[in-house]
């Protein structure tokens, strides 16, 4: 270990992809402690179970609430749902985990430290240009039924940027496009996990719209791998959001028939579609090229796809041994 090491502090570690934050943080051996704080709304023990590491613990509690003495030198703030169905059904607690959340976790930073947040592609609503840089203000609906998050996320954008202007704290922010992969929740409601649970389940495969809507689908390793640079590896000194995602759209149409394809038996149907659900999302990479040199999203979505699938089916089905424990693949 070396001579003064971090201390570290994830907030929605227990989440998808503040697990899988969490690997790569242990990974460092400069981390001398890490604490998730996590209040487990959208997240599960599950998805830190694997860790077992003396630097590691974990306190279950809201992080608006998270009471210590305790100062960290890197607080990442992952806090927050990021499906619609999950921080629509309540929006008073998205922002809050968002805004006084970061509010928080601002108190618990270490003089000199550095604080880290996993912002949104939402940030840019509906968007009136293809792909969207970072310079791109947005086409947001401030009172629609995405406004917590959407505006929970551009107010703690606004928060950060402000603290690193006025106080010159050294801040983060990642503007993360749709993310998926294993440790996702069987019930989370986002795209391609639904896919695959409901034709694993026997269930129609159910597009909300025509499915020609598009997204650039980011594979959970290839944004932890944008994440690790972002935030902690290559010394860029940039304050500014920064877009981390995939630039290859692909229609949810191509994805569900991709999914179907794979599971006998699955069929597509189609049902209403999501309120404001934007018809396209797609990062410009230019700022993410220059300041992380060598990064991009390398895992085709067929690749990624096939991954996940292998993961929830071996959680959705029965094990096949008596007491044998049930392997994460996504470890
Ligand atoms: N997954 C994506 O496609 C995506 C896209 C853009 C941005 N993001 C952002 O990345 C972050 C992680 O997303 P995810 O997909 O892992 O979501 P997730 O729902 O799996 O994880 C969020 C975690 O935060 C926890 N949490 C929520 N409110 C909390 C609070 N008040 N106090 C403590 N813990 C709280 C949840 O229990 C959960 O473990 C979020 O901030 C999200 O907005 C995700």
Same mark, same amino acid.
């Given at each position: 270990m070396s001579a003064n090491p971090s201390k570290v502090l994830v907030a929605g570690g227990a989440g998808f992809i503040g697990s899988h934050l969490v690997d790569r943080l242990l990974g /460092?051996?400069?981390?001398?402690r890490l604490v998730v704080v996590d209040n487990l709304w959208t997240g599960a023990r599950e998805n830190l179970a694997h860790v077992d590491d003396g630097r590691f613990a974990l306190a279950v509690t809201d992080v608006e609430r998270f009471a210590t003495e305790e100062r960290f030198d890197e607080i990442y703030q &992952? =806090? !927050?749902? =990021?499906s619609p169905q999950w921080y629509m059904s309540d929006p008073v607690r998205t922002i809050s985990a968002n805004v006084m959340g970061t509010m928080r976790l601002l108190d618990l930073l270490a003089p000199g430290g550095r604080i880290c947040f996993t912002s949104? #592609? *939402?940030?840019?609503?509906?968007?009136?240009?293809?792909?969207?840089?970072? !310079?791109y203000r947005g086409s947001v +609906? %401030?009172?629609?039924? /995405?406004s917590s998050y959407d505006e929970g996320k551009r107010c703690t954008e606004a928060l950060l940027s402000e603290v690193a202007r006025v106080h010159g704290t050294d801040v983060r922010i990642a503007r993360l496009f749709n993310v998926y992969g294993p /440790?996702?929740?069987? +019930? +989370?409601? /986002?795209a391609i996990s639904n896919f695959i649970t409901s034709a694993l389940s026997g269930e129609p495969i159910t597009?909300?719209?025509? @499915? &020609?809507?598009s997204r650039s689908w980011g594979y959970v390793d290839d944004i932890i791998d944008g994440l690790e640079k972002l935030f902690w #590896?290559?010394?860029?000194g940039y304050a500014g959001p920064v877009n981390i995602g995939n630039d290859r759209e692909v229609p949810v149409l191509t994805v569900a028939q991709y999914v179907a394809s794979l599971i006998p038996g699955a069929r597509i149907v189609h049902g209403e579609p999501a309120?404001?659900?934007? #018809?396209n999302r797609c990062p410009d990479l230019t700022l993410a090229r220059s300041l &992380?040199?060598?990064? #991009? %999203?390398?895992?085709?979505y067929e690749e990624g796809v096939r991954r996940t699938l292998e993961w929830f089916a071996a959680r959705l089905s029965?094990? =096949? =041994? *008596? @007491?044998g424990a049930t392997p994460d693949p996504g470890a």
């Open positions: /460092r051996p400069d981390v001398g &992952l =806090a !927050s749902p =990021a949104t #592609s *939402e940030v840019y609503g509906d968007p009136l240009v293809t792909p969207q840089p970072e !310079s +609906d %401030c009172t629609g039924p /995405r /440790r996702t929740k069987p +019930d +989370d409601g /986002r597009i909300y719209g025509d @499915g &020609l809507q #590896s290559v010394p860029h309120p404001q659900d934007p #018809s &992380l040199p060598g990064w #991009s %999203c390398e895992i085709p029965p094990p =096949a =041994a *008596e @007491g």
